[in-house]
C-alpha cells in the first residue's frame, strides 16, 4: 500500500507517520512537511491513500486534496485535523474518512480498512523493508520467522548489499565478541536453518546464495529501499527518515553513512525535532 502523509508541523507529522507504521508496518509510506513537494511527489508516483492536515499555511488541506485528486483521481483522501467545523466540506471531496488528532494506530487501522475507492492487487514479489524497523514481505505478507535471532540473521545479510558473509562474522555480529567455539557454531547452524525454513515456506528461498561457509542475498531477486536509495532513486531517498533497521544496534553504522548520504533534508527534518 502507497501512503503520502501531509503535514506542515513537524511534531505532528512525525506523530502521524509513527500511527500509520504501526498500523501498516508493510505500507511504502512517504511524508511530507511541504504540500507542494507532495504534489510533485504525487505527479511522479502513484498514491494509494493520502493523509493530509487540513490547517496548513502554505495550503489548505482542502486545496491540496483538489489537486491531488486532479493528478491522483483514484487515491483516497483521508483528513486529519484538530478541528470539527471542516467535516462538510471534507466530504463534499468525496474523502475517505476524517479523523480528529492525534491520530492512534487504531484509528489508521479503521480508515484503511473501509477506504472508499479499493486498492489494486496485492503486490507481488519479495520487498525488504529496512528504514525503520527491519521487515521482509512475500507477496504483501510479512515472513515469519520463530526465532529473533534467525531475522536478525536475515537482516544483516541484507545490511550487505549481496556481499558474501562468513559463518564466523555473523557470530561476532549475533553475539558480538561472544567466543566461536563448537556451541556457538552449532547454534547458527540452527539459525540459519531456520531463517532458510521461513523463507522456504514464504516462497523465497531463492534470495539466499549459499556458498562455502559464506551466505549472501539475491539483490536482483528483491525490492528493497536500501538497495534502492543505494541507486540514489529519489522515492528512497526521500522515504529514509533517520532510521535504519532500528531494531538491531549494529545496523547504527550503516545509519550513519545513510545520514551522510541522505543530504541535508532527511538530517534537518531530526534537528528540527530535537531543537
Known amino acids: 500500500m502507497r501512503i503520502l502523509a501531509v503535514d506542515d508541523e513537524r511534531l505532528a507529522l512525525l506523530a502521524l507517520e509513527r500511527a500509520i507504521r504501526e498500523a501498516e508496518p508493510g505500507c511504502a509510506l512517504t511524508c511530507f512537511v511541504s504540500p507542494a513537494e507532495a504534489l510533485a511527489h504525487a505527479a511522479k508516483e502513484a498514491v494509494d491513500v493520502a493523509f493530509l492536515d487540513i490547517e496548513m499555511d502554505s495550503m489548505n488541506g482542502l486545496g491540496l486534496a483538489k489537486r491531488l485528486k486532479d493528478i ?3 487515491s483516497n483522501i483521508v483528513f486529519v485535523t484538530g478541528h470539527s ?3 462538510v466540506d471534507a466530504f463534499s471531496l468525496r474523502a475517505s474518512g476524517y479523523l480528529r488528532k492525534p491520530v492512534t494506530a487504531e484509528d489508521i487501522h479503521a480508515e ?4 472508499r475507492h479499493p486498492l489494486p492487487d496485492a503486490e507481488k514479489g519479495v520487498r525488504i523493508q529496512c528504514f525503520g524497523n527491519f521487515e521482509i514481505f512475500v507477496d504483501g ?3 515469519h520467522f520463530h526465532r529473533s535471532k534467525a531475522k536478525e540473521l536475515l537482516a544483516y545479510l541484507v545490511s550487505r548489499s549481496g556481499a558474501g558473509v562468513s559463518k564466523k562474522e555473523l557470530a561476532g555480529i549475533l553475539w558480538e565478541d561472544g567466543e566461536y567455539n563448537r556451541i556457538t557454531q552449532s547454534y547458527l547452524q540452527t539459525l ?7 523463507l522456504r515456506e514464504a516462497g ?3 534470495i539466499i546464495i549459499r556458498k ?6 539475491d539483490t536482483s531477486l528483491v525490492d528493497c529501499d536500501y538497495y534502492n536509495f543505494e541507486k540514489g532513486e529519489p522515492k528512497a531517498v526521500n522515504a529514509y527518515r ?3 533497521m532500528a531494531n538491531y544496534p549494529w545496523a547504527e553504522f550503516v545509519e550513519n553513512w545513510l545520514d551522510k548520504k541522505g543530504g541535508p533534508r532527511c538530517c534537518s527534518f531530526y534537528l528540527a525535532i530535537i531543537l
Do not use: D, H, T
Open 204 to 206: 523465497a528461498e531463492c
Open 212 to 217: 562455502w561457509n559464506s551466505l549472501s542475498v
Open 242 to 244: 533517520g532510521e535504519f
Open 141 to 143: 505478507k510479512p515472513v
Open 85 to 87: 467545523q471542516y467535516a
Open 112 to 115: 484503511l480498512n473501509n477506504l
Open 72 to 74: 491522483r483521481g483514484e
Open 192 to 198: 540459519i536453518v531456520e531463517m532458510l525454513r521461513a
